[in-house]
């Protein structure tokens, strides 16, 4: 499959934050023949708690023409991706990672909005030129 353009951008984002990458790719079998395969898998650790956090992103960068297709596309893949977490790996938390420019101006709408909340949807907000995160949304 191929990866995401910013796929090596948000890579180096979160390990400038800490996080150890575990997995690139995350691969997760839902059955003989299926297999779901999700961008990257990473842990920290809490040095307060001393416990290991786990999470699973799904990197989207929004650079074909249609914007509503590609965020059909990533919310579908996430749903589905945060069920195979949730009976395989329930300790790990999915994330969608979008780049600012996207998040400022489609993630915005009402609509869309809405869509997220409903969804519960967890994001990544990063910036692709300067490799970092801007925001983490839970």
């Known amino acids: 499959m191929a990866r995401d353009k910013f796929h090596q951008q ?7 934050e800490g996080w150890q990458i575990t997995h690139d790719p995350f691969m997760i079998r839902i059955s003989e023949a299926v297999k779901l395969q999700i961008d990257l898998a990473a842990q920290s650790t809490i040095a307060a708690q001393r416990e290991s956090q786990k999470i699973a992103v799904e990197i989207k960068s929004f650079i074909a023409e249609s914007t509503i297709y590609e965020f059909h596309m990533a919310l579908g ?5 945060v069920q195979a977490l949730e009976e395989q790996e329930p300790e790990r938390v999915a994330y969608l990672a979008v780049p600012v420019e996207t998040y400022q101006e489609f993630f915005q709408l009402p609509f869309i909005a809405r869509s997220l909340q409903r969804n519960q949807v967890k994001l990544i907000i990063y910036e692709p030129t300067q490799e970092v995160i801007e925001q983490w949304i839970s």
Do not use: D, G, S
Not at 10 to 16: D, E, H, M, R
Not at 77 to 81: G, H, K, P, R, S
């Open 10 to 16: 948000v890579k180096a984002a979160l390990q400038k």
């Open 77 to 81: 893949q996430y749903l589905n991706y």
